[in-house]
């Protein structure tokens, strides 16, 4: 984009960024305190990450809707906004199980709507602007994986030196922060309508079999990741025995990584399309799942974050833009059944963890989710049989 393009997007991109950074020092942060912090059982995992989870897949059902039919977003960031900061003020109060499973769930389970939300109004504004979606995705994505970079690194750090609890006193003060970006430079105005559909439009969304493919691959690798994801920290730091840093410093490897993987997708759909890139990707993922499961020194887990963040940041940039290819006339719809695919990954892979960790280990559950990226790679292998067969 032109210098002057990229001044037009600033506000916009500063408040993805502080709402992003805000999640990002909690998310990854949640199962690790509930295991190490407060010395519950792999299994609590699970209760957790499915009530957190629902709420925000019905939430980015609901908002995707009323986006694409011409609500205001303003409302919908604050509310998301709004919960995080309730729940990291009730959390810094009272770090407890009770409130962890009641205003902690609501409030952060709410505030993970927002990156939805986000994704859906940035495509507009760019289409808006004569800006191409899938390029303005590849920055937006960036934007959040920069804000990745920072926030789990940021969470861990400060749980090692100063204890677990300062983590949510400082996720308080971001949320306030969200909230006053969110006030100061979003119009409460500003909409994302999806364009009226054309007399010869295909089927609708939830007809298109190609669209579904397209999700179930998505879902496929969402699944690997996500017990990666959230295995990792733990067998890090209880099962390999590396530092209380280390999760948090693999994050910040994985995420820089993930920066330049992102900026390389538009070089890379225009050159390879889309199918071709996300297949090399998804082989790639099988090879950094392995590694990082037979980690045992800081270098090598440099290593295997390294390439955790390659595949990931290839997938994050061309996934979406690879969903949304299908569903050009509701891109916010099409948009949040993307955030809603890997929302129920992750409603599965969080559950998932606790109860194969609880009966065998940390390292098991990375190794099975190798199996996730086969499978996304069988899946696309599907839909890249299907297209070819329509186009015929």
């Given at each position: 984009m032109a210098p002057t393009s990229t001044r037009r997007f600033v506000?916009?991109?500063?408040?993805?960024?502080?709402?992003?950074?805000?999640?990002?020092?909690?998310?990854?942060?949640m199962g690790f305190f509930l295991i190490d912090g407060l010395g519950q059982p792999n299994w609590m995992l699970s209760v957790y990450s499915f009530l957190a989870i629902v709420l925000t897949v019905t939430a980015n059902r609901a908002f995707g809707r009323r986006i694409d039919a011409g609500v205001a977003v303003f409302p919908l960031i604050g509310f998301a906004a709004s919960g995080y900061a309730l729940a990291s003020l009730s959390m810094a109060v009272s770090p407890t199980l009770p409130v962890m499973l009641t205003v902690g769930v609501i409030g952060?389970?709410?505030?993970?709507?927002?990156?939805?939300?986000?994704?859906?109004?940035?495509?507009?504004?760019?289409?808006?602007h004569g800006v191409e979606r899938s390029r303005f995705n590849a920055i937006m994505r960036a934007t959040t994986s920069t804000a990745w970079m920072i926030g789990p690194a940021l969470s861990f750090l400060a749980a090692g030196h100063f204890g677990n609890e300062v983590v949510f006193k400082g996720a308080a003060v971001l949320g306030l922060a969200w909230l006053a970006m969110w006030y100061?430079?979003?119009?409460?105005?500003?909409?994302?309508?999806?364009?009226?559909?054309?007399?010869?439009?295909?089927h609708p969304v939830p007809q298109d079999t190609g669209l579904w493919l397209a999700a179930g691959f998505i879902f496929a690798m969402s699944v690997a990741h996500g017990l990666t994801f959230t295995a990792l920290p733990l067998f890090f730091v209880t099962e390999v025995g590396l530092p209380d840093f280390?999760?948090?410093?693999?994050?910040?490897?994985?995420?820089?990584v993930e920066v330049f993987a992102i900026f390389s997708t538009p070089f890379l759909m225009a050159r390879f399309g889309l199918r071709g890139p996300l297949l090399v990707t998804s082989c790639i993922a099988i090879g950094a799942i392995l590694l990082l499961s037979t980690v045992t020194t800081l270098p090598q887990m440099m290593l295997g974050s390294a390439l955790e963040g390659l595949y990931y940041g290839l997938f994050a940039s061309l996934g979406i833009s690879y969903v949304q290819s299908f569903a050009?006339?509701?891109?916010?719809?099409?948009t949040a059944i993307y955030w809603n695919t890997l929302m129920i990954s992750g409603l599965l892979s969080g559950p998932a963890v606790g109860?194969?960790?609880?009966?065998?280990?940390?390292?098991?559950?990375?190794?099975?989710?190798?199996?996730?990226?086969?499978?996304?790679?069988?899946?696309?292998?599907?839909?890249?049989?299907?297209a070819r067969r329509g186009a015929r």
């Open positions: 506000p916009f991109l500063l408040l993805l960024f502080t709402g992003t950074l805000s999640n990002s020092a909690v998310v990854p942060f952060y389970g709410c505030s993970a709507s927002a990156i939805s939300t986000m994704f859906s109004l940035g495509g507009h504004m760019a289409e808006r100061v430079t979003l119009p409460r105005d500003v909409q994302a309508k999806a364009p009226a559909p054309a007399a010869d439009a295909p280390a999760p948090g410093f693999a994050f910040t490897v994985k995420t820089f050009q006339d509701r891109p916010a719809q099409a109860l194969i960790a609880q009966a065998t280990s940390f390292q098991t559950v990375i190794q099975i989710s190798s199996i996730g990226a086969a499978l996304a790679a069988l899946v696309l292998t599907a839909g890249i049989l299907h």
